[in-house]
C-alpha cells in the first residue's frame, strides 16, 4: 500500500540554523500539506502546495518557512533560522485532490521530531 | 477562541463498550474530518464528512450541518483503539482549517 514517508525521523538543531525537513508523498497525489504539533497541543495547519506553488497558508507560516518540490517526489520545508519555539512535530500529508474541500481524505506521513535547542 | 470543541477530552472504557466522541464547531465548513493519533504520534485519516453518515467497520461518522455537530461512534470496542480521536473542519471562507484538542480513549481489556 502506498504511504507517506518522511525524513529524519528526528532532528536536533541549535537555535538560529537551517533545517530542512523532507517529505515523499504518494505519487498520484497532486495536494500536499504541512502540519505541526507543539508537544501537548493540537495540530496545526502550516500550508498547502498544489501545481509548484503555495495554495494556502496559515498565519503561522511566516518568511522564516518555505516550501519546495525539488524533484517530482520530494516536497520540503525550509526553516531559515530554527527558533526553541519550533520544536514541534511536523507532519507531511498528501491528498489526490484538495482534501479541506471534502473531496478526498489526507494520508499522512510519521512526522519529523525537530527538538531546537 | 475554539472553533472546534471536542468532549469529552479523556475517555476510559471497558472492552466491548459502545463508544461516542463529540465534536462541535462553530464556523461554516466545506468538510470535517476525523483523524487518528495512533500513541507513536502517527495520523490516520479515518472519515471526512460534508453530510449524513458514514460507516468503515466497527467506526460509524455522523455530521448534522444545521447543529454544527459531529459524532464518531466506535461499535464493540478494542483496546488497539487506544488513541487521541482528534476532529478537524475546514472553513468554507478560504484559509480555515481548525483542529480540536483531540479525545484521548483508552480501552481496557
Known sequence: EPEVTQTPSHQVTQMGQEVILRCVPISN???FYWYRQILGQKVEFLVSFYNNEISEKSE?????FSVERPDGSNFTLKIRS???????????????????????EQFFGPGTRLTVL | KNEVEQSPQNLTAQEGEFITINC????GISALHWLQQHPG?????????SSGK???GRL??????????????ITASHPRDSAV?????????GNQFYFGTGTSLTVIP
Open chain 2, 41 to 49: 504520534g502517527g495520523i490516520v485519516s479515518l472519515f471526512m464528512l
Open chain 2, 85 to 93: 480521536y482528534i476532529c478537524a473542519v475546514g472553513g468554507d471562507t
Open chain 1, 82 to 104: 530554527t527558533k526553541l519555539e519550533d520544536s514541534a512535530m511536523y507532519f507531511c500529508a498528501s491528498s489526490e485532490y484538495w482534501s479541506w474541500k471534502g473531496y478526498n
Open chain 1, 29 to 31: 497525489h497532486l495536494y
Open chain 1, 60 to 64: 503561522i507560516f511566516d518568511d522564516q
Open chain 2, 54 to 56: 458514514k460507516k468503515h
Open chain 2, 24 to 27: 462541535s464547531y462553530s464556523v
Open chain 2, 60 to 73: 460509524i461518522a455522523t455530521i448534522n450541518i444545521q447543529e454544527k455537530h459531529s459524532s464518531l461512534h
